[in-house]
């Protein structure tokens, strides 16, 4: 398990956790090299091509230094750490450099991100550290510092002054924990921003924005919120296309400032911009040079215009929603944006696992499987202090996705819904969503990191449905929720019991049915001296029952299916089956036949594994989502489907667990204590 280490900079006590494999912190490595007498080399980021590129060869021949060996006196930070300071590489991630200068106006989060404890001088040993939030946990990323240059060059990432190093520093950590510089290429300022602060993100679209928009960002950017913009594109043509008017289509930007100014009388509402590549600007009015500024108070224009081609402009707010299209703004907290005073939002936070087969439902187009998503049941009982209603942001985040692209696998489409959830604590099946609509949702499903959503709900219980946008869509997920006043929050279905009552006696010969005659003359055909069957003969037994029920299709049970029947039903311990403990087992079995054949809808012999979850708990058995998610995947096939055998397998198994856990709980109280023997003796049994 990761070890833990104090933030540096920023207030209060937050740790990080250690990430480098070996587990040790960046000071134990740091001591180590300089005992040693040596700079660091990352073993799990290596300067190599793996590390840039995981698709593709390098294209250049690209050499990695140190800063010392490309120029004479490097500098962790050359003054103050400015949005100045970050200009771009050739590598496509706009996205993450607009976050990183939107974090430079926030310096308590940069002094968390940047710790100031390292420089190129005092205790110099080649390695730095960066801290960033990820899915819930702080962690502290050490990288060395070769960085790729070509001809004494930085090739990626870099400072306005030749002698600064720490975004490119920076840049490299970031990629380090996505597995690459290739994984940084593409993607939302919002999954920056929030990986710098543990924000939560909302976003606008300019031309259906509310009124207010202005004031809202300007609320926003005055508490520390982190802001970015960019302009939609209609096709992969159209990508840093530089329009007519000095804007780039499909490039994110960082917005650093908002001012309403007085200009003859008339209030003028100005945004601050900057470009990443550290230039091409606006040209519009209110650009560097407009005569624009000619109108404004000289103490003013002096204030807030610096006349220089570095990227940044300013433009009237209301050709800003002409021209761009998107507000992508990260909040330290949800009140950030509307409120006049600061709240104290309560947080409930969940992780949960898309799995195919199981809880991989899909949206509700998919009626089906939709119900089988996790669901999470939400309380809300005080209304806000100055409305009837609760205010709640619920945020729903993807995880590792960008890590994950080297094995093909991008951003899933997702989304969520909230339904005014029924009395009781149970997940709801599909007749419930069938004939309930929801009562809020996620605006659209979308494939980015995350979606999040203000919304004011009545006071009451609701119902919390993430999802994918197809079924069987496999991934990991992380939910917040916001609320104003405190409230509950559970995971349904999150329950695992068995209601597993003793069967009822065999009857005596002489009262059995002709069935139960008919199973004897054939148990006695099989059976020898002992009037008993082993495994082989109950597997001939049962196969030849069953093989006359058409509507069951299965090529034979396994011998390990039938050993797990033995397991569950001999009672005296002989390793076979007499005849009336075969009675037992088959009630036992017309019971799981008659279940298997309700959920069989489409009469092919198989059931669905979304299905299983009533299947079970009919048969006396609830599972939580991640026990399902591991049946799921030890017993269906690549439709989703489990046939007869494996269904028998499942159930046999299960109650066999049960039964023996019941047994050893003697005090009902949900644990037992179990030694090595007995717990080899129950894994083998079952």
């Known amino acids: ?25 960046f000071e134990e490595l740091r001591q180590e090299c300089l005992r040693n007498g040596v700079l660091f080399e990352d073993p799990d980021f290596p300067a190599s091509d793996s590390s840039f590129y995981f698709s593709q060869r390098v294209p250049v021949n690209v050499e990695w230094k140190r800063p010392k060996e490309i120029c004479e006196n490097p500098k962790f930070i050359v003054g103050d750490a400015d949005r100045t300071d970050i200009c771009q590489g050739q590598l496509g991630d706009c996205w993450l450099l607009a976050a990183i200068a939107s974090l430079t106006l926030k310096k308590d989060a940069l002094a968390r991100v940047v710790p100031h404890d390292q420089d190129f001088d005092h ?94 960002m300007k ?21 840093e296309a530089k329009t007519s008017s000095g804007l ?101 936070l969940f992780e949960g696992n898309w799995i195919r087969g199981s809880t991989a439902g899909g949206c509700r187009n998919f009626i089906d499987t939709f119900w089988t998503n996790p669901q999470f049941l939400l309380q809300l009982e005080d209304a806000d202090d100055e409305d009837d209603v609760c205010s709640v942001v619920i945020a729903l985040m993807q995880k590792n996705r960008r890590r994950l692209r080297k094995e093909g696998m991008d951003l899933e489409t997702i989304g969520f819904a909230v339904y005014e959830a029924p009395d009781g604590k149970d997940h709801q099946g599909k007749d419930f969503f069938r004939y309930h609509g929801s009562k809020a949702r996620s605006r659209t499903y979308i494939n980015m990191r995350e979606i999040s959503e203000r919304f004011t709900l009545p006071p009451g219980k609701y119902l919390l449905v993430p999802t994918t946008f197809q079924p069987h869509h496999e991934a990991d997920f992380l939910v917040r929720i916001f609320s104003e006043k405190k409230a509950a929050a559970l995971e349904m279905g999150s329950d695992v019991d068995a209601d597993l009552p003793d069967p009822p006696p065999p009857s005596a010969p002489e009262d059995e049915t002709d ?88 009469r092919s012999g198989k059931m669905s594994s979304y299905e299983l979850r009533i299947a079970l708990k009919a048969a006396g058995m609830q599972l ?63």
């Open 248 to 348: 780039v289509k499909g490039h994110a930007y960082s917005i650093t400032g908002l001012e309403e100014i007085t200009v003859r009388g008339r209030k003028v509402q100005l945004i601050r911009i900057r470009n990443p590549w550290g230039q091409v600007e606006w040209n519009g009015p209110w650009s560097d040079k407009s005569r624009n500024w000619d109108s404004v108070d000289a103490a003013q224009k002096n204030r807030i215009l610096q006349k220089s081609d570095d990227g940044e402009f300013w433009m009237e707010f209301e050709d800003f929603k002409q021209n761009y299209d998107k507000v992508e703004i990260c909040n330290m907290t949800p009140d950030a944006l509307t409120d006049n005073s600061k709240r104290h939002w309560e947080v409930q």
């Open 515 to 602: 069935e139960e005659k008919g199973l004897r003359r054939l148990f006695e055909q099989l059976a020898g001296d002992d009037q008993a069957i082993d495994v082989r003969e109950l597997k001939q037994m049962l196969d030849g029952v069953l093989s006359r029920r058409k509507e069951i299709k299965f090529d034979g049970l396994s011998l390990s299916t039938c050993h797990s029947i033995i397991n569950l039903m001999d009672v005296d311990q002989t390793g076979k089956l007499e005849f009336q403990e075969f009675k037992v087992f088959w009630e036992k079995m017309k019971k799981w036949i008659m279940l298997f054949l309700s959920f069989d809808t489409d």
């Open 123 to 216: 205790r110099y040993a080649g390695i730095f550290h960066f801290q960033f939030w990820q899915h819930n946990k702080w962690l502290d990323v050490v990288v060395d510092d070769k960085l790729p240059s070509v001809r004494n060059r930085l090739i990626l990432l870099h400072s306005a002054s030749n002698n600064e190093f720490w975004s490119a520093l920076l840049e490299k950590a970031y990629a380090k924990i996505h597995g690459s510089y290739e994984s940084l290429k593409g993607g939302s300022t919002m999954e920056a921003m929030e990986d710098f602060t543990g924000g939560v993100g909302e976003m606008y679209d300019t031309k259906q924005a509310p009124s207010n928009l202005f004031s809202i």
């Open 1 to 25: 398990m990761p070890l833990q280490s104090s933030l540096s900079g920023g207030s209060g006590a937050t740790k990080a956790l250690n990430t480098q494999s070996d587990g040790k912190s």
């Open 219 to 239: 609320k926003g950017l005055d508490r520390g919120s982190m802001m970015g913009c960019s302009i939609d594109i209609t096709s992969s043509a159209e990508s």
């Open 624 to 686: 939580n989502n991640r026990l399902l998610q591991l049946v799921g995947l030890r017993f269906a096939d690549n439709n989703y489907d489990i046939d007869f055998d494996d269904y028998l397998t499942c159930i046999v198994r299960l109650e066999n667990m049960f039964r023996v856990f019941q047994t050893l709980d003697k005090s009902r109280r949900g644990r037992v204590n179990m030694n090595l023997l007995q717990f080899l003796m129950l894994s083998m049994n079952v």
